[in-house]
Each structure stands twice: as structure tokens, then as C-alpha cells.
């Protein structure tokens, strides 16, 4: 059974940091794309970010450029998603996502989904 699952989410103050963990079974990495998404309330699921399968490359929306870094384990099946210098707009529940192929930034290619982990940045 594939599955994916978040954690990490919690309250952080402005310009705190957070590290978002998604852990992966039933696939492996060197196999399956991740994507980081978030979506926050009255608002469309946005994509965040994504590490390919293939040679590991990344890639980042705009708004989180510098700030966000993802990264991977293999040998975990962990894709990770460092966050510094949070902004009270990246207050979102925060989605990762496997895709066979590619790294896309469409939710609509994306497989499987975990649950979500909520992230609040907030004074």
C-alpha cells in the first residue's frame, strides 16, 4: 500500500523556522517525484515545491525562494522541507504529493497525497 505522510507542522512565530517532514511507503524515492503544496483557508492549493527522483534536482515557487529548502533520504524514504524566515502568508496547511514521473507543479499529477500537517505563523 502506497502511503504518504506529513508532520512537523506547528505555531511559529514571524521569521521562525519549521521543518516539515514527509515520510513515504510502499515506493521508493529513486521512483517517485515529491511536491510540497500548501493551501491555506478560502484560498487554492498552491505549490510550494518538488525534488525529482531521477538526479535529486529542486524546485521552488517564487514566493518561498531562499527561505524554503527541500531535501531527501533515501535510505529513510524522508523528503523533508526546511522552512526559515516564515511569513504570517505561508500560514497554510501544507500537502506533500508523489508523482511517477517528473517534477510537475500542477496538482492534477500528483498520485498520492498525505493529510496534510498545519503550519501558523503568528505573533
Known amino acids: 500500500q502506497l502511503q504518504v505522510v506529513e508532520s512537523g507542522g506547528g505555531l511559529v512565530q514571524p521569521g521562525g523556522s519549521l521543518r516539515l517532514s514527509c515520510a513515504v511507503s510502499?515506493?521508493?524515492?529513486?521512483?517517485?517525484?515529491i511536491g510540497w503544496f500548501r493551501q491555506a483557508p478560502g484560498k487554492g492549493r498552491e505549490w510550494v515545491s518538488c525534488?525529482?527522483?531521477?538526479?535529486?534536482?529542486?524546485y521552488y515557487v517564487d514566493s518561498v525562494k531562499g527561505r524554503f529548502t527541500i531535501s531527501r533520504n533515501n535510505a529513510e524514504n524522508t523528503v523533508y522541507l526546511q522552512m526559515n524566515s516564515l511569513k504570517p502568508e505561508d500560514t497554510a496547511t501544507y500537502y506533500c504529493a508523489a508523482e511517477r514521473l517528473s517534477c510537475s507543479n500542477t496538482f492534477y499529477a500528483y498520485d498520492y497525497w498525505g493529510q496534510g500537517t498545519q503550519v501558523t505563523v503568528s505573533s
Open positions: 525534488i525529482s527522483s531521477t538526479d535529486g534536482s529542486t
Open positions: 510502499g515506493f521508493t524515492l529513486d521512483d517517485y517525484a
